[in-house]
């Protein structure tokens, strides 16, 4: 066997050193070393003579094994696994042999790159065996290469160079063994975060690991063997480690095992909500205003639908194989994503996922399901079940707790191999717990009239507290804690101060019963008052528009009394479809809202999507700062076709003197000149000759630094504050340990609005449509600093004008600079409702 071995150019093409390809499982090395290759051809070829080992069997990736055993994935582009095998034909086989430069698969190059999120073509040594890697060839990155030209070379093991590395199953690792006894201090268990770390000490020393007790012994790659043992603190186990570094192991293993654990990590200053919760009460911060007492619904979304039984056998433990390496590709996109955010915690849990997902046992237990006929995707339901009942009955609240974590893997694979199901009945007048949900669910569940909604996770000003909003259903989220009460006990919850609950006396019953009914009858009183405009005590008339989804909601919002439709989100048109909607279904949704406005006017917000709002036909890259990327008005450089549709179905609509256009996350003016000029050409080929308004949303900093600028030549500002005070403060707004922090009225945001309204004066109007528009304290201070216009959800419209009515914004303004002097947005909250607060000299 030779010594050396080249690998060679799979293709023509553009050198890019792997940590510059823009997907951190390849980037950081998770893989393995290697190169890419940018390509300019169409045909992948073997880098190397090899036998065909596994082809991926949506055909975008090749492994091949080289005589010495060096395994090597050819990757076509990046995640061109979603492409389903479109544009790509498989010109090989497992268990093929290949000479170097034969091809392994041709591409449409258009089809993958329009498609794909990059053609870049990761060549990576997934399986070095001892080979290590002596010339690499980043120093040509950048630069041009002819396929088979060479751009690595490894060299052989230098103990063994004319003998094949082994494989462990050939011959164990019988080097050194170590034994060790230890008694278990985890006051926990060996529950899962410790199985994960001890299955990361055998691989990172590259050694066999065993733990034994009561006779069992538990090959540490298990995660589900580990913490089948069922030990708990005080119990004694024997470790065994065979391998070089077997010594080393052990002692870490020791030290993890014999230590106290660090706690579990608690909620940080950072994630106390804001209310003081009481006894027999949970705390969260309030998404969505309102009183409600109803029976509590735990909320699991329902699993895949998967076919019961299976294939044969072959083909469905294929299936399982590949469903398990997707799910792992996008864990390990999470994984480096949250590790390169520093959020620790969240990367232990995914590391724990990984863990699972590689366990042998796991897999095994699904493997056995199928030999006896299932499909894949029950043979892993099943295996799961059994795991999850395993861990319940276990006793150890640690690890039961864990069954949240094992249904999630389970949800996700079966995802790959079955369709979505529909949505589990809700009882009416139920307030459903849940750990999370998406937009999507939370519009289902709105249909079947639940009370309201609290959520472990989430954020004041993510698009599912904005979808509650605009719905009046009450919501807390960023909880923090699991909520443990039994399926259908009475529980009040105050979404006012911020407070859940469960099982309350009587007292408290009678109580919260009679404030529901007076604020209903505050209620239907300013909504009387609705339909006549909001006039503060000082004389300024404050527009109060709506923020809607649709055409429904424009319905409400007129009836509610809304002077107008402030912001149409019309990304949620666009989402939970299989394709983007057409021109005409998209003219007939923006119509409605018109028509039900009645010629008041109605803000048409182009497509705002990337960061938190993805579409399943719109792959964009996957970056480490998604919200600092691709989104809103960027999208259209690369996806003009999408920004062509909507103009066209927004020019076709009447009357255009009630429309406006705005454009979201605009950072200069250019990018409105360029969209004006883009909306001129087509409104004179359509032969439209009268545009409608264009104004521009100032959502970054610049654009409120720059305000003066952007609005002499937009016909209006509207300040979208809730992703204005993600960016002022950098803090991610869907993030809920920040949730607490994140607030509007923090100095640098208010001076910041009032930097717009100072630029705009003279030039154009401004209104806010953020979530601050409805905060009962921060729209005051908006008004104080001049703005014209509110835009809230349908169902505050009256509450917010009635409570315009009250204020004197001159009086209010003139504590203003003051405030804008103050440390933090609490303090100003603080002093905001004192002012308010007191009472009002005549
Ligand atoms: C905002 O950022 O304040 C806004 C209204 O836009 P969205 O919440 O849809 O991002
Ligand atoms: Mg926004």
Known sequence: MASSLDIKAPVDGVLVALDAVPDPVFAGGTLGEGLAIDPLGNTLHAPCDGEIVHCARTAHAVTLRSTGGVELLVHLGLDTVNLDGAGIELLVEAGQWVEAGEPLLRFDADQVAQQAMSLITPLIIAEPSG??????????????????????????????????????????????????????????????????????????????????????????????????????????????????????????????????????????????????????????????????????????????????????????????????????????????????????????????????????????????????????????????????????????????????DLRDLQRQVMACLGTASSMPQVPAGAIVIADDLTPSELTALAAQ?????????GGTTSHVAILARARGLPCLVAMGTVLESAEGDMAILD???????????????????????????????????????????????????ANVAGGAEATLAAQDGADGIGLLRSEFLFLDRESAPSVDEQRGEYQAALDALGGKPVVVRTLDIGADKQLSYLPLPSVANPALGVRGIRLWASHAELLESQLRALLALQPLDALRIMLPMVSGVGELRALRQRLETLAGELGVSRLPQLGVMIEVPSAALCAASLAAEADFLSVGTNDLTQYTLAMDREDPGLAAQLDVLHPAVLRLIKTTVEGAAGRCPVGVCGAAASD???????????????????????????????????????????????????????????????????
């Open 495 to 545: 979404a006012e101060r911020g407070l859940l609950e469960p099982q309350p006396d009587s007292a408290s019953l009678e109580t919260m019963r009679k404030r529901i009914a007076e604020s209903e009858r505050a209620r239907d009183a300013d909504r009387e008052s609705a339909k006549q405009p909001a006039t503060t005590r000082d004389g300024r008339t404050i527009e109060v528009c």
């Open 776 to 842: 009962p304290l921060a729209l005051a201070v908006l008004v104080a600093l001049g703005v014209d216009e509110l835009s809230v959800e349908p169902s505050r419209v009256p509450a917010v004008k009635a409570s315009l009515r009250e204020l004197d914004a001159g009086a209010l303004a003139e504590q203003l600079s003051a405030w804008l002097d103050l440390d933090d947005g609490a303090t100003v909250r603080e002093r905001l409702k004192s002012w308010l607060e007191a009472p009002v000299v005549a």
């Open 449 to 457: 009239r639940l009370a309201g909604i609290c959520l472990v996770a």
């Open 131 to 404: 080979w290590r890697l002596t010339s690499l060839d980043t120093q040509k990155s950048g630069e041009t290469v002819r396929q088979g030209e060479v751009i690595m070379r490894l060299e052989a093991p230098a103990a063994s160079p004319n003998v094949a590395p082994e494989s462990d199953e050939a011959s164990p690792r019988q080097t050194q063994e170590v034994t060790r006894d230890v008694i278990l201090a985890l006051a926990a268990g060996l529950h899962a975060r410790p199985a994960a770390r001890l299955r990361a000490i055998a691989h990172e020393q590259d050694v066999d690991l065993e733990l034994v007790h009561d006779e069992t012994h538990v090959d540490a790659r298990s995660l589900s063997r580990l913490m089948n043992m069922g030990l708990v603190e005080g119990d004694r186990v024997t470790l065994i480690a065979r391998g070089e570094c077997a010594t080393t192991a052990l002692d870490a293993a020791e030290r993890l095992l014999s230590e106290a654990e660090a706690d579990e990590p608690v909620a940080s200053a950072a994630e106390v909500p804001t209310a003081e919760a009481g006894a027999g009460q949970l705390a969260g911060l309030v998404a969505s205003q309102g009183l409600v007492v109803g029976p509590l619904h735990h909320y699991v979304a329902a699993l895949p639908t998967v076919p019961q039984a299976g294939d044969d056998p072959a083909h469905e433990r294929a299936a399982l194989g590949e469903a398990l390496e997707k799910v792992g590709h996008s864990l390990k996109t999470a994984l480096a994503q949250a590790k390169r955010g520093a959020r620790s915690s969240e990367a232990e849990i995914l590391e724990a996922h990984l863990a699972w997902l590689d366990d042998p046992a796991l897999r095994e237990a699904a493997e056995g399901y199928i030999d006896s006929g299932r499909s894949a995707g029950q043979a892993w339901k099943e295996a799961l079940d059994d795991e999850a009942a395993r861990l319940q009955a276990t006793g150890n609240k640690l690890l039961a707790a864990r069954v949240a």
